[in-house]
């Protein structure tokens, strides 16, 4: 079931020398499918969120053509508050979620139900689900403010998850983040995407998009140059000319095709690699 459709998104910031920041833009979400949205620094891939989540044009001014669907309905007809609770948005930055209001993880977590007017006894039912789910009970009474990185990054995804969204963009969760904080997210957004939830995400970490994507899409320059699913994308040498990155199978798997064209299926991560090299040792 489609979810949300992009017509021919176009978009110019309102102080940006009469340059387009996205340019045609089409693609088709799915309802329960992870995409990942890769490309280099600038591409346009945090503007492409701005719209999915009616931050363009609700909040940034500027000019947007084409149209941007969500369950059929045009992004500029969306009521903010319902496309809130119908989208859950998680910032690269975790420090910059956090509201500031509140004095424990626990409240910070129910702020948003609270927000709505969720009876008091549900909203205690939920956050303790949530801070099971997560595991994040040690943090449940501290101050936001006192945590470290990786932790409020976990607690902003409480915060979102909590609201039950169907969808959730998510924009770079990881890259203030170490291995380990990495992995603890990488978790909650395989959790959120075996409970159905429909996911956009931006990433750097191509190893990672290539074990938990369904589809990709490659930006540059404000266009999607290439899009499809995962193994199809990641395994393109195409997608290095846009300065996006490959996983380090894709990179060895190319480089053995340069040097003997038997190697002709590229893989995308660790055991693809491993069958591939050995049915080529076997050839
Ligand atoms: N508020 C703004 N006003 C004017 N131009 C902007 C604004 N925000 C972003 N841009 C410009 O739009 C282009 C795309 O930026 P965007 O942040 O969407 O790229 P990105 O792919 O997310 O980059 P990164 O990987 O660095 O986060 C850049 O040229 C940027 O300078």
Known sequence: MELIRAKNINYKYPINDGQSTLKNVNFSIQKGELYSII??????????CNVIRGFIPHFHRGELGGELLIEGKDIREWDMSD????????????????????????????????????????????????????????????NPYELSGGQKQRVAFAAVIVMDPDILVIDEPTSQLDPKGTKDIFEIIKFLKEKGKTIILVEHKLELIAEHSDYVFVMDD????????????????????????????ALLGIEMNRKDPDFNQIPINKSQAELEINKWLQR
């Open 39 to 48: 490309g280099k620094n600038g591409a346009g891939k945090t503007t492409l």
């Open 222 to 249: 404000g266009e999607i140059m290439l899009d499809g699913k995962v193994d199809e994308v990641l395994s393109m040498p195409k997608v290095l000319d846009y300065d996006a990155g490959l996983p380090q199978y």
């Open 83 to 142: 496309l809130a609770s119908k989208i859950g948005f998680i910032f690269q930055n975790p420090f910059t979620q956090i509201s500031g209001v509140k004095d424990t993880v626990f409240d910070e977590i129910a702020y948003g139900l609270e927000n709505l007017g969720v009876e008091i006894d549900d909203i205690k039912k939920r956050v303790e689900q949530i801070i099971d789910l997560l595991g994040i009970g040690d943090l449940a009474d501290k």
